[in-house]
């Protein structure tokens, strides 16, 4: 049986498990299928990097994503999550320009493990999840253009939220995206994040960069409340579910005492849930 673009991208979506579908589900049908589509390209784009053991295939591969972006923005799309998405793109106002950037950001991580600079890092989130982020809440429906902004400090409050959890993960895939001038501020040597065994890379230490990196995260997310207007708080509510499932997220890590070297500290899909309807709710 021959799947359609829309079940391909369908597919993507929920065996990401993510966060996000949870919040696209209260969506109605014309913008959760733009929204599916377009996290299915990010997932696509993003699995080409996991995925690649060799970099110059990886490459090779977003290089012909450029290519497939091109192509859709002219009328001819040609792999499935495009052309579930080419239909939804001149109803938001999707730019070709946008993908390209989510493509700029995913090709980083091929040409760069280290950040020297918050500036710097905050350079790759502006790409993989700020962009991201506004795409998001054109598709969901905005009237002001402060919704944009909101919506790209909450793409970087949410993605320095993903480092923190990810902190063991990255390392061990050779990837550190703790500022190193923040490693050098709390003492915390890079081998340390890199141990594969107990007692891990765990110090007052580590600790304390730790809480330094949430602090941060947590200022982001209430600058991006902040920045809401009243006037499109209605239709944002996926988003303000996913800044409470993520925020959650990273109080859970808190509590734990950013015991993220060695395991992946994550949220139950029934929790999800329960959070993106209690948002649903109160954002009414």
Request: glycine letters at 4%.
């Amino acid at each position: 049986m021959t799947t359609t673009p829309q079940q391909y991208v369908q597919d993507k979506a929920a065996a990401s498990g993510s966060s996000f579908y949870y919040a696209f589900r209260f969506l109605p049908p014309p913008r959760r299928e733009a929204i599916t589509a377009f996290y299915a390209f990010c997932r696509e784009v993003d699995d080409v990097v996991d995925e690649a053991h060799d970099p110059g295939v990886a490459a090779t591969k977003l290089a012909w994503w450029r290519q497939e972006v091109a192509s859709a923005f002219a009328g001819k799309p040609n792999h499935p999550v495009m052309r579930a998405l080419a239909p939804h793109v001149a109803d938001y106002g999707m730019e070709a320009r946008q993908l390209l950037a989510v493509i700029e950001g995913c090709e980083m991580d091929l040409q760069q493990t280290r950040y020297l600079d918050f500036p710097a890092l905050q350079r790759y989130c502006h790409l993989v999840a700020g962009i991201v982020g506004e795409v998001a809440a054109s598709i969901f429906g905005r009237t002001q253009d402060k919704t944009l902004q909101y919506a790209h400090t909450l793409g970087l409050a949410m993605q320095l939220t993903n480092i923190i959890r990810d902190v063991g993960e990255d390392a061990r895939r050779g990837r550190i995206y703790l500022p190193v001038n923040e490693l050098q501020r709390f003492d915390v040597k890079a081998h340390e994040l890199l141990k594969r065994e107990a007692p891990w890379g765990y110090s007052d230490r580590f600790t304390a960069l730790m809480r330094f990196q949430a602090e941060r995260a947590h200022r982001l997310y209430d600058e991006a409340l902040a920045l809401l207007p009243d006037a499109d708080r209605r239709e944002q509510r996926p988003g303000l579910m996913m800044a409470e499932i993520y925020r959650t997220l990273l109080r859970e890590i808190e509590a734990a005492d950013f015991q993220v070297l060695h395991q992946r500290i994550s949220l139950t899909p029934l929790r999800k849930v329960w959070i993106a309807m209690r948002t649903n709710w109160q954002a009414r």
